[in-house]
């Protein structure tokens, strides 16, 4: 191969040729440097035939400058990588991208310095040096990432090594993971779950594609089953891919993995460490990791030998990514699984509908564990009219759902509010003139922090301090709260049970692994009473004493901008009622809506699934919505408005006539200002049977746009805002 075709990390450029030097070995997957006039530009040589671009003329060909010393992305990888840019309409080096480590990563070998407490205790220290002693207990890294932990300069740290309050550690940046071993700690499993397990392990064996839906109500045991199928992939010596949803969450999870393979498993997620990222990639493509956890963004890596993937949560949002490539990392498992001839296992406890109708088409086997594990019971679950059963005037609990707490207390057991609502109200007004606060960069009300004394955009990440007097009329003291966020649940809930320990549960509090932890244990230990938490809170805990789940509003998931409202707000309440019961005490759960009679809420009511899919898929089908049609979204933003608006008009007045494709728009998104950008959208929906991807390309393909447009597509969107 004395030429060479090259994948680059370029925004405007994204094939070259190249001319490969006397020496140099190169193959489809090598990762390369070249040049690019002046400078220097990663890439990854590709079968031409499969990357077209204009062909360089021999003659002016530059020759590559170096080869990176890591194995070859893999083909299957690289089919991945095609598939993805193909389906979801986005640049093949975007997704590429996610595949690709650190330069550090690429370049490998060596060793980093690292700095942890030394144990040395001084008498007397400044209050700087004080905080940080405590925050950084049991911790070691750069003197950048402490600081960052500790909030103090660098140049306290520093200090603080001088002083030998810190010592330097001399880190192996490839030093290998401590191995895994299959047969660790064997569990004993139920009837169903020895069946499922069973399934798993000859799938792993055989190694050939096959997609599982293991389908199974909260705390029936669906981790221990895969858990199974993961041992069988160790003994044959092949890697594995668990992917979660909120990998902050996971403390659990590692301790159950931790127990059963002795070792914990490798994480990916974004707040790792650089030299942790580092270290974890460069094992993952040398095989030496053999089971990685990790956030959607795991999917893409080279791994060497991969053997099993599993899903877990399955049914979760947040494995659509919203921006860059917008993929849904659920789909695209499947996909990966199938270009590497592996089983892929999603398992989740209300799967979503489209999961359900593959798996009822037979191409998902579906691997159904009916009970709790124990003999735990499911919580019983009625519904609170809040119609006729209205809470206290400014309040939001009703009656009963106070008295049922209060029982709770005078027991002793816990209770969980459930309030998808971060902060203490979503709208803050002046009660003299009218004023609302909105952000500055999106059509979005701020939304009150009392802890913080904040007011800050959900959207943007916009924050101000909340202000003494109307910034409007200047009367002071005129700012009211409307509506509710779980602070003020908190609060109303210490005004009713002053005694009662009250925990809030949100992103905002629990926004590390260590806090997360603390809050665990706290609630194990029952030194807290009440938990006020939005969705974090509706997976993965296992509090024994935890006997009743109040959800605090219903039908508050059913408005917005969600295409698929009904099933995610069904979701949200029976992975939230799941946590009721855990134990050997029969849970309990009231749901507060002003709808009882909605489908999704009656289901819920009746605990009876079946009539919810069946409601959702009827309502589906008439609507064309998936999975019996197609939709996609067109996304156009720009910072100036009437920019955007043209170009939104532009991409309308080119709309192709299909048959069976109907296109709507375009029209102001309902978030019609995000992060300083004015955005408008269309929205198609189509058959199945049409090829919507190739459609979008022609036409968008015909179209220029100037450089400070921004035009997305987003094929099976979740979210309409
Ligand atoms: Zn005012
Ligand atoms: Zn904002």
Redesign the pocket.
């Known amino acids: 191969m004395n030429r060479a075709r090259l994948l680059v990390f370029n925004p405007v450029l994204s094939v070259l040729d190249y001319r490969v030097p006397d020496g140099m070995a190169v193959e489809p997957g090598s990762v390369v440097i070249a040049p690019l006039g002046p400078r220097q530009l990663l890439g990854i040589v590709w079968e031409p035939e499969r990357l077209p671009g204009d062909a360089v003329p021999e003659a002016k060909l530059r020759p590559l400058l170096e080869l990176l010393p890591v194995p070859p992305l893999p083909a299957p990888l690289r089919r991945l990588i095609e598939w993805t840019a193909d389906y979801y309409v986005a640049p093949m080096n975007a997704v590429a991208r996610m595949a690709i480590g650190s330069m550090a990563a690429l370049r490998g070998g060596g060793t980093t310095t690292e700095y942890r407490l030394s144990g040395l205790e001084p008498k007397r220290l400044t209050p700087q040096r004080a905080a940080a002693m405590d925050a950084l207990h049991g911790e070691q890294a750069s003197i950048r990432e402490l600081a960052e932990y500790a909030s103090v300069s660098d140049g306290v740290l520093r200090g603080m090594v001088s002083a030998g309050l810190l010592e330097p550690v001399t880190v192996d940046l490839d030093r290998p993971y401590p191995r895994a071993r299959a047969e660790h700690h064997q569990p004993e499993l139920s009837e169903d779950q020895q069946r499922a397990a069973t399934r798993f392990v000859e799938a792993v064996a055989a190694r050939t594609f096959q997609p599982f839906l293991l389908d199974g109500v909260t705390g029936s045991g669906k981790t221990e089953c895969y858990f199974e199928g993961i041992a069988e992939a160790l003994r044959l010596d092949r890697q594995v891919l668990v992917l979660l949803p909120e990998i902050a969450l996971t403390e659990n999870f590692l301790r159950r993995f931790e127990a059963r393979f002795g070792v914990p498993p490798v994480l990916w997620h974004s707040s790792l460490k650089a030299s942790e990222r580092r270290r974890a990639w460069r094992s993952i493509v040398s095989g030496q990791a053999q089971v990685v956890v990790g956030a959607r963004s795991a999917l893409f890596l080279p791994y060497r030998n991969l053997g099993l993937i599993v899903v877990d949560e399955a049914h979760e949002i947040s494995f659509k990514q919203d921006d860059g490539v917008r993929y849904n990392a659920r789909d695209v498992a499947v996909i990966r699984a199938k270009f590497e001839s592996i089983p892929v296992i999603l398992a989740s406890a209300t799967p979503a509908l489209e999961s359900m109708q593959l798996a009822e088409a037979g191409v998902y086997e579906k691997i159904e564990l009916p009970a709790r594990f124990g003999g735990a019971e499911l919580p019983s679950i009625t519904t609170v009219d809040l119609r006729t059963e209205q809470p206290a005037r400014g309040k939001w609990l009703s009656p009963r759902l106070v008295a049922e707490m209060q029982e709770r207390l005078e027991r002793g057991e816990q209770s969980l509010l459930f309030l998808n609502r971060r902060g203490y109200a979503p709208l803050t007004l002046c009660r003299h003139c009218g004023y609302r606060f909105q952000?500055?960069?999106?059509s979005?009300w701020l939304v009150e922090h009392r802890f913080t004394r904040r007011l800050a955009?959900?959207?943007?990440?916009?924050q101000t301090a909340t202000p003494e007097e109307c910034p409007e009329c200047h009367t002071p003291d005129c700012l009211v709260a409307c509506g509710p966020g779980v602070e003020r649940i908190a609060d109303e809930v210490t005004e009713l049970f002053p005694e009662a320990r009250v925990a809030v549960v949100t992103s905002d509090t629990l926004n590390s692994p260590e806090k997360i932890n603390a809050f665990v244990a706290a609630a194990e230990e029952k030194l807290i009473d009440v938990i006020v938490g939005t969705q974090l809170v509706t997976k993965g805990y296992h509090f024994p004493d935890l006997t009743l789940v109040g959800v605090v509003d219903a039908d508050m998931g059913l408005e917005g901008g969600d295409l698929r409202a009904g099933e995610r707000t069904y979701q949200q309440i029976a992975q939230v009622a799941g946590r009721a019961g855990r134990g050997e005490k029969p849970g309990e759960v009231l749901i507060q809506t002003r709808h009882p009679e909605a489908a999704v809420i009656a289901a819920l009511a009746k605990g009876d699934r079946d009539a919810f899919y069946s409601a959702e898929t009827e309502a589906r089908r008439d609507a064309g919505a998936p999975p019996f049609g197609r939709w996609a979204a067109i996304i156009v933003s720009s910072e100036d408005e009437a920019e955007a608006r043209d170009a939104a008009r532009a991409i309308g007045g080119a709309r192709p006539t299909v048959q069976d494709v109907l296109i709507l728009g375009p029209a102001p998104a309902p978030l019609s200002l995000?992060?300083g950008r004015y955005r408008y959208r269309l929205l198609i929906n189509a058959r199945r049977s049409v090829q919507l991807q190739d459609i979008i390309r022609e036409w968008l393909g015909q179209l220029n746009f100037p450089q400070s447009v921004r035009v997305g597509v987003d094929i099976d969107p979740y979210s309409f805002v």
């Open positions: 952000c500055p960069n999106c979005a955009c959900h959207h943007c990440g916009h995000l992060r």
